[in-house]
């Protein structure tokens, strides 16, 4: 029965792969039902509402620069960069793949950003008071990171699936993590501020659970269409360095005022810095030639971002950032040469990007990092009013101890990845049915399957010449032409 | 008589695209004028001035962070790359006129900017105490504000004029922005902080009344340069991207300081997020197939930001934005199927970028919403202060009332229309003398008429092969030529 | 003798560019020595220590809002682009030594960045109380700063030097940077805001001196490969536009909080303005068919940039900045157009950017307009407060006066030149040491030395056919194939 379905599924691709019909209704109905949801919930928060003048006079706040939004708006923007340059960007390195990579994403992104203002606002943003969610500039904030996650799941997918099973992925993918978050966050009381866990390792695994669900085994059909082209991997170069330039905004964008998103940044950098030549090192050795692969400097650079993300705001201690970016480098970039042909091998798990090495392990490494960090937290090191705000430490958790933090912080990891691997494979046995539009094994990393691409450079030159050559004929036939209109 | 002239021009044109002479002697004498009147106008606002330690002092100003520059300087950067790389780069498209996208883009830029601090410092920034303008980061920004309208213009005629009519357009296009500001704005005290009127509709009509009065019947000749290029396309989404991802900074740079430029970039996210969906579905609809399109994606996805633009510190509310986003995202997609077509054939209207999609009628739509919202505008909804703060009722304007700024921004969006229409014909008018260098019909789109274009790709692998091959021979070789050397 | 040794080492080279040991093992070792120096030397400042908050108690400073990472991050994130984005694609321009220019820039910065942290830090940041640097927000801009001036150092021998040679370079580089740094800024007491002389002068002749020192009379061996192709133009453009948006954050990245700030960033956009124009005219007058150059408008218009570096933050005028603007364009596509083929033929300093043009000159023109604006500074233009803020008159030169100032600015620019040109020259002598696995000279400027390059364009439309015509075929097969795999 399993196998006639597959065999139909599969007959029916090649015809199925027009989403003239189920795209613009998936895209018309729930954006609809956004602007709906939005009427019923969404409000602006104090800060945004012209009110802020009287509240300001009435809790006399010396002035508008208090606002929260001159604290994380150069924040938002750099993780907004990340998001639709960053991420769009780094999936363009296919060669014929580069409108999917980065168009797909700014679709996603967009739509994702809508749900997880309302998925996310539900749980921690509702005034009780009238049933509304108030919005400032950290949801836009923890939208983006909460995007984040599903684009780091569009990595492991990339060139295998549909915009509707994107779209109907992203869904998911969001509600899953803003429960998960609300867990990790408010339940456990794990503090992740650059995400390694909550978005992360979440959107890692989700990702890979997907891609074994809807694993291909004649996808070597299409393996013409893999590799990446001189340009397409300058183009992916865009996308690299907009992520690991802004990632210590990132992790500190929602980091406590003042020295808490000062630390997180230094942390971040120095991090980044440090898997950079480790990767280097690396490729360099894994190569015969010692040279090196544009994939390890265009992915595995940025996993001491993703390692940093969890103990960013914590008193990591500059040197220990350099030590945790040097091994994510190592890490990261051996996942590449060996983890990733082994889990497509043995595990049928086909990672086109290889999240499983930028973000999958070094996102454990961050968890793992931060619940040490914040065991060894001493009043010494972070003072008295330091360690209290740092963890907050506060209501329920006034009793906290930094001893029972690194628990909570361990509980939050396992918590993030169940979410992930039982999320995906949830999720991705929703994708197999064969009503999604996703492509042939042997069109897959085809932009001409869903785009309407141009014609090639080939056919250039030519042209040029024949534009030389035919210039003074049409002049003169273009003026009899025109003169010929201005009787 | 006018038929003799026109085929004199075109005659005359092959030759005449030698831009040798007067392209320098513009710059030249137009860069000089600037550093003339600069010199006798332009000053520090006291906010630049060291005399501000002094004046803190006396003002009891608490620190340097109330300098409003730390309120607007990461607003004026974002601005700043959407000018520069934003509109560059969206420009790109052609398969062979990046360079004139990107590089005119930048030079009328570099020029409009300074042309634009001397004209609307006269208008808004003059100290009648001492007959100078004082500039400050404010001025920068409307500066930057003012070029837009001029670099949408350019969309209109991309490709089919030279870059000394690109510095005429831009000279008229900076005086008539400046004026049409201070009626709008000062005179008629409409309110327009993202300029969907004041630099969308001005420049939108301004452009494509210039590209009608240089119509070219002929154009069809250089058809074969008119497409573009599956790596250009990936270009332009790089434009597209930074464009779209810092519109909310564009729409709050100038909005009041606090709760106005939050709310401005509230409003706009949400409404281009829902612009790109709406776009896609109607991107896929028009195609048989159901794929979409890159000109749409690149282009009506900012629909939304520019239909926002008015109404983003008005209390839109976060639905009302997405609704906004919604509408504007259809109409300039459908504006791309049809609309552009129609133009061409029935009115003599080429729109190369198509900006009467992008900015044109969603301007148009962006001050209808802003007039609405004006006019619904209630004190329960603003607070007392805030409204007379958010529609500055103080001054003359003292006794206006929300249903009157309503007539007053209507009137705005009319102002702005006459402006970019009448201005568009005046100048276009000009722009037809044949002493401008303006390309062939043949040969538009081309920038190995104003550029020196490199080689192309197809010369480089043989050479690789050769380098290869010729590695060991031209190594000897290389040795006995040093060796000698060192005798 | 040397004609022997010359000899091996060029018989070595085809061998010799292997880099599988000596490239890990200069990265490993370096970051190793990066984690014990940090271990022992580096810690957080106060600004991003958690003490802070009792800090801020006891001294009652108001808000988190003071903390100087709300006065300079947006700056540093601007600066940081620059760095990694802008020198990075500036340096792609070449057909087929992208991957080299955008790679082996990431890697020497993100190095560069941790050893100027430590350089910088003993020489600015040492607390005596404990013998550790305390790092803030201050300290990553001045290392990103130090950073700079070996890319533009880079600039002079791209495509010709091996990752180990530049890693080598870098290393001398941050040392003699941080040395001169402090004779120049702390001893001699000159002001440079934006590095003039500190980082460009001092970069430049340092990358020029290392050039000639390598100097190969073979190049045009490799001369094929030094051209440049249409979309490598258009991607460097990123740089250039980046560079050139962001220099007025790298002007004032480091100047006074507040007004000097916003004086940095008004001069300096001004200028940038000004030599966008005077580029294109000299461009335009120095081709006989008035066309224009990628290469000036991508280097020469940001010559404004670098020659208003030290004046930014003084009273230079905004006509001021229009004039050193102006005089850079020109001076620099000068040096493009006659400079540099005199320096390569007469000289023998092969300068692939042409970082002469872009920083040499223009530098010292910088530290000549620092020089005279500063001996020309009045209590009335700057205030009495201002004054002495402006110039920091206080401790040990209490009794400075503008006059003296401007012959210690003078002092200043010498120094760097003699750092750069003495330093460039003893390094250049290591790096002729045969054992670097710099390429042959027939293989200059070819990424395939030290990179696994992919394959071309050439390659895809056959194999799109391919991909439509096999379509039906394959997808038969496959299902075949899964089915057998479902029993």
Same mark, same amino acid.
């Given at each position: 029965?399993?196998?006639?379905?597959?065999?139909?599924?599969? %007959?029916?691709?090649?015809?199925?792969?027009?989403?003239?019909? @189920?795209?613009?209704?998936?895209?018309?109905?729930?954006?609809?039902?956004? !602007?709906?949801?939005?009427?019923?919930?969404?409000?602006?928060?104090?800060?945004?509402?012209?009110?802020?003048?009287?509240?300001?006079?009435?809790?006399?706040?010396?002035?508008?620069?208090?606002?929260?939004?001159?604290?994380?708006?150069?924040?938002?923007?750099?993780?907004?960069?990340?998001?639709?340059?960053?991420?769009?960007?780094?999936?363009?390195?296919?060669?014929?793949?580069?409108?999917?990579?980065?168009?797909?994403?700014?679709?996603?992104?967009?739509?994702?950003?809508?749900?997880?203002?309302? /998925?996310?606002?539900?749980?921690?943003?509702?005034?009780?008071?009238?049933?509304?969610?108030?919005?400032?500039?950290?949801?836009?904030?923890?939208?983006?990171? +909460?995007?984040?996650?599903?684009?780091?799941?569009?990595?492991?997918?990339?060139?295998?699936?549909?915009?509707?099973?994107?779209?109907?992925?992203?869904?998911?993918?969001?509600?899953?993590?803003?429960?998960?978050?609300?867990?990790?966050?408010?339940?456990?009381?794990?503090? $992740?501020?650059?995400?390694? /866990?909550? &978005?992360?390792?979440?959107?890692?695994?989700?990702?890979?659970?997907?891609?074994? /669900?809807?694993?291909?085994?004649?996808?070597?059909?299409?393996?013409?269409?893999?590799?990446?082209?001189?340009?397409?991997?300058?183009?992916?170069? !865009?996308?690299?360095?907009?992520?690991?330039?802004?990632?210590?905004?990132?992790?500190?964008? &929602?980091?406590?005022?003042?020295?808490?998103?000062?630390?997180?940044?230094?942390?971040?950098?120095?991090?980044?810095?440090? @898997?950079?030549?480790?990767?280097? #090192?690396?490729?360099?050795? +894994?190569?015969?030639?010692? =040279?090196?692969?544009?994939?390890? &400097?265009?992915?595995?650079?940025?996993?001491?971002?993703?390692?940093?993300?969890?103990?960013?705001?914590?008193?990591?201690?500059?040197?220990?950032?350099?030590?945790?970016?040097? +091994?994510?480098?190592?890490? @990261?970039?051996?996942?590449?040469?060996?983890?990733?042909?082994?889990?497509?091998?043995?595990? =049928?798990?086909?990672?086109? %990007?290889? #999240?499983?090495?930028?973000?999958?392990?070094?996102?454990?490494?961050?968890?793992?990092?931060?619940?040490?960090?914040?065991?060894?937290?001493?009043?010494?090191?972070?003072?008295?009013?330091?360690?209290?705000?740092?963890?907050?430490?506060?209501?329920?958790?006034?009793?906290?101890?930094?001893?029972?933090?690194?628990?909570?912080?361990?509980?939050?990891?396992?918590?993030?990845? +169940?979410?992930?691997?039982?999320?995906? !494979?949830?999720?991705?046995?929703?994708?197999?049915?064969?009503?999604?539009?996703?492509?042939?094994?042997?069109?897959?990393?085809? $932009?001409?399957?869903?785009?309407?691409?141009?014609?090639?450079?080939?056919? &250039?030159?030519?042209?040029?010449?024949?534009?030389?050559?035919?210039?003074? =004929?049409?002049?003169?036939?273009?003026?009899?032409?025109?003169?010929?209109?201005?009787?």
């Amino acid at each position: 029965m399993g196998s006639v379905q597959s065999f139909r599924k599969l %007959c029916d691709r090649p015809k199925n792969t027009n989403v003239r019909i @189920s795209l613009p209704a998936v895209c018309t109905v729930w954006q609809i039902a956004m !602007i709906i949801l939005f009427g019923i919930f969404i409000r602006y928060s104090i800060e945004a509402d012209p009110h802020w003048i009287d509240y300001r006079k009435a809790n006399n706040i010396s002035s508008d620069i208090e606002n929260d939004f001159y604290y994380r708006y150069p924040s938002f923007q750099d993780v907004h960069v990340m998001i639709y340059v960053g991420f769009g960007f780094l999936m363009t390195f296919l060669k014929r793949y580069s409108f999917g990579g980065v168009g797909f994403n700014f679709l996603i992104s967009a739509f994702g950003f809508q749900w997880a203002l309302l /998925m996310q606002g539900w749980f921690h943003s509702l005034d009780y008071t009238d049933g509304k969610i108030k919005i400032g500039i950290e949801n836009l904030i923890n939208a983006d990171f +909460c995007v984040a996650s599903c684009l780091i799941a569009y990595g492991a997918v990339l060139g295998k699936v549909s915009p509707v099973q994107l779209m109907v992925m992203t869904l998911f993918g969001i509600t899953l993590y803003a429960v998960e978050e609300y867990i990790i966050l408010n339940l456990i009381h794990a503090k $992740d501020a650059g995400g390694s /866990m909550v &978005i992360h390792a979440f959107g890692a695994y989700y990702g890979l659970s997907i891609s074994y /669900m809807l694993y291909r085994p004649n996808l070597d059909q299409s393996s013409r269409l893999q590799g990446s082209l001189y340009h397409s991997d300058v183009f992916t170069m !865009i996308g690299t360095l907009f992520l690991w330039m802004f990632w210590p905004s990132f992790n500190s964008a &929602i980091a406590n005022h003042g020295d808490g998103q000062l630390r997180a940044v230094i942390n971040t950098y120095l991090s980044l810095a440090a @898997s950079v030549l480790t990767t280097v #090192v690396i490729s360099s050795l +894994c190569n015969k030639h010692g =040279k090196l692969d544009m994939v390890h &400097i265009q992915n595995a650079t940025l996993a001491g971002g993703v390692a940093v993300g969890t103990a960013a705001e914590f008193m990591l201690m500059p040197y220990g950032s350099l030590i945790v970016g040097f +091994c994510c480098g190592v890490i @990261s970039t051996l996942g590449y040469v060996y983890v990733t042909p082994f889990l497509e091998k043995h595990l =049928k798990i086909h990672d086109t %990007c290889g #999240v499983h090495n930028l973000h999958g392990m070094p996102a454990i490494v961050g968890g793992i990092v931060g619940a040490v960090t914040a065991a060894c937290a001493t009043e010494s090191a972070y003072g008295t009013e330091g360690l209290i705000s740092t963890f907050d430490f506060t209501g329920d958790f006034k009793n906290m101890t930094p001893a029972k933090q690194g628990g909570h912080q361990a509980a939050g990891l396992c918590v993030a990845l +169940c979410f992930g691997i039982g999320g995906g !494979i949830l999720v991705g046995a929703i994708l197999r049915l064969p009503i999604w539009g996703d492509p042939a094994d042997d069109n897959c990393f085809n $932009d001409e399957v869903y785009w309407e691409v141009p014609e090639d450079e080939e056919s &250039i030159p030519p042209m040029i010449q024949y534009n030389n050559h035919m210039q003074r =004929k049409d002049a003169l036939a273009s003026n009899f032409t025109l003169e010929h209109q201005d009787h």
